[in-house]
Nanobody, 117 residues
Framework: VTLVESGGGLAQPGGSLRLSCRASGFTFSSADMSWARQAPGKEREFVAAINWKGGITDYADSAKGRFTISRDNRLNLVYLQMNDLKPEDTGTYYC???????????WGKGTLVTVSS
């Protein structure tokens, strides 16, 4: 299993970023996927999840109304569209092969998002 995130970077408060995760090594179209993040000095936390077919999603309260998770099963990609970014969204964002990320699941190496003016 390989998960490779991309799309992180520096954004201003109120700005947007779109993260992508390319998956390989397993049957992507049968797997629930999620995004998690870790802010500096904090524990990793769940951000958003999408079921295998893409018809069911779930979000952390902090992400509701601002973030959108989606997937393309033809291309083995999962996305996280992040709008109205806030400084507290700063952190490393991870793609996880799971509905709810746990340490024992497969994680990518992460992509850094920094929200600052």
């Amino acid at each position: 299993v390989t998960l490779v995130e991309s799309g992180g970077g520096l954004a201003q408060p109120g700005g947007s970023l779109r993260l992508s995760c390319r998956a390989s090594g397993f049957t992507f179209s049968s797997a629930d996927m999620s995004w998690a993040r870790q802010a500096p000095g904090k524990e990793r936390e769940f951000v958003a999840a999408i079921n295998w077919k893409g018809g069911i999603t779930d979000y952390a309260d902090s992400a509701k109304g601002r973030f959108t998770i989606s997937r393309d099963n033809r291309l083995n990609l999962v996305y996280l569209q992040m709008n109205d970014l806030k400084p507290e969204d700063t952190g490393t964002y991870y793609c996880v092969k799971a509905w709810r990320p746990r340490p024992r699941d497969y994680w990518g190496k992460g992509t850094l998002v920094t929200v600052s003016s």
